[in-house]
């Protein structure tokens, strides 16, 4: 086990820089409100009333919105740890596609909870408006807290699918990238030398093969003048 020698060191710490980063801040922030929409309805969602012994939901004596509370806040909660253990060793991923459907179905979800968050918060405060305001002993505050926290989940999970949906448009795979490169790579080899590179100019000379064939065979000389000889007077 490597124990850092300075704070500097751990700072630098790869635990420290993932826990920096704004993805896994929003999720871990996502986690808490859902383990308190879930866990402050299942601790003090279900009161009996004044006048009976029997467990009710305090949101407007509706089981199902108790139920629905718990269901969505335990599912969120778990989904926001999945995918931090799944973002913590997305480094060691080295298959694009698997990469691509990770962030897609990231990218899904976050939107599907948002609209499920979004239908829960309407939902829950329309049960404690109808609600009788001294139906129960206890439980308003659990209540008020799950319906608080359903809002401000709204807005976390907006914020996720767009951190999904910025991490699939840089990281998208391009198809023709592989084949685009070896083409640069061809156009680069069949292109012609540059000013600056050497250009191997051929040495002329007998013992050049295109030495003789740039000489002209002696047929094709072109002929002299006959010379005029001066005869002497006798």
């Given at each position: 086990?490597?124990?850092?020698?300075?704070?500097?060191?751990?700072?630098?710490?790869?635990?420290?820089?993932?826990?920096k980063r704004p993805k896994t801040i929003i999720r871990i922030i996502g986690g808490v409100f859902s383990l308190i929409v879930f866990s402050s309805?299942?601790?003090?969602?279900?009161?009996?009333?004044?006048?009976?012994?029997?467990?009710?939901?305090?949101?407007n004596s509706n089981n199902v919105a108790c139920s629905f509370a718990v269901g969505a806040g335990l599912l969120a909660f778990l989904n926001?740890?999945?995918?931090?253990?799944?973002?913590?060793?997305?480094?060691?991923?080295?298959?694009?596609r698997f990469r691509t459907a990770f962030q897609l179905l990231d990218f899904i979800l976050a939107v599907l909870w948002t609209g499920i968050w979004l239908v829960g918060f309407c939902f829950l405060a329309?049960?404690?408006?109808h609600?009788?305001?001294?139906?129960?002993?206890?439980?308003?505050?659990?209540?008020?807290?799950?319906?608080?926290?359903?809002?401000?989940?709204i807005f976390i999970w907006i914020f996720q699918a767009y951190a999904a949906l910025h991490d699939l448009r840089n990281d998208t795979t391009v198809p023709y990238k592989r084949s685009l490169d070896e083409g640069g790579v061809v156009l680069t080899t069949l292109s012609p030398p540059s000013a600056a590179s050497p250009v191997n100019t051929p040495t002329t000379g007998p013992n050049n093969p295109s030495y003789a064939s740039?000489?002209?065979?002696?047929?094709?000389?072109?002929?002299?003048?006959?010379?005029?000889?001066?005869?002497?007077?006798?």
């Open positions: 086990m490597h124990i850092p020698e300075s704070l500097q060191d751990l700072a630098d710490g790869e635990a420290v820089q993932f826990l309805l299942l601790t003090d969602g279900y009161q009996n009333k004044t006048e009976s012994s029997k467990l009710y939901c305090v949101l926001c740890l999945t995918f931090l253990a799944l973002d913590a060793h997305e480094s060691c991923v080295s298959n694009t329309n049960q404690w408006r609600s009788p305001p001294k139906g129960f002993l206890l439980g308003s505050s659990s209540a008020q807290a799950a319906i608080a926290f359903a809002f401000f989940s740039s000489a002209l065979p002696p047929y094709l000389t072109t002929p002299k003048a006959p010379r005029l000889a001066m005869m002497p007077d006798n």
